[in-house]
């Protein structure tokens, strides 16, 4: 059983910066599709960011430009850099990893195995 720890969230003003890093328990996540998820109260979660093993990124809309999704498979670790945010970016963000290595929707929640606890982000 993989175990995912999100780390990094906080409140930040419109225009910061924020990193979060998701440690996974286990090295098997290496070589596997991982994501970024965010959830604001009342909505559902949607995808913001994703990697597949062969390195490909897919980010929502909203993002793109902002955000930059990254993993270091040596720490078994993934990362998200935020910059420019908003208001509109607060929400709980949770870390997802896929027992795939590539995902037809890799920003499909369903394709995915495992699941942080979440780590709240807030912009104002």
């Known amino acids: 059983h993989v175990q995912l720890v999100e780390s990094g969230g906080g409140s930040v003003q419109t225009g910061g910066s924020l990193r979060l890093s998701c440690a996974a328990s286990?090295?098997?996540?290496?070589?596997?599709?991982w994501a970024w998820f965010r959830q604001e109260p009342g909505k559902e979660a949607e995808g913001v960011a994703s990697?597949?093993?062969?390195?490909?990124?897919s980010y929502v809309n909203a993002v793109k430009g902002r955000f930059t999704i990254s993993e270091d498979n040596a720490k078994a670790s993934l990362y998200l850099q935020m910059n420019d945010l908003k208001v509109e970016d607060t929400g709980v963000y949770y870390c997802?990893?896929?027992?795939?290595?590539?995902?037809?929707?890799?920003?499909?929640?369903?394709?995915?195995?495992?699941w942080g606890q979440g780590t709240q982000v807030t912009v104002s």
């Open positions: 286990e090295s098997t996540t290496s070589g596997n599709c």
């Open positions: 997802a990893a896929a027992a795939a290595a590539g995902l037809d929707y890799p920003l499909d929640f369903a394709g995915y195995n495992w």
């Open positions: 990697i597949e093993s062969d390195g490909r990124t």
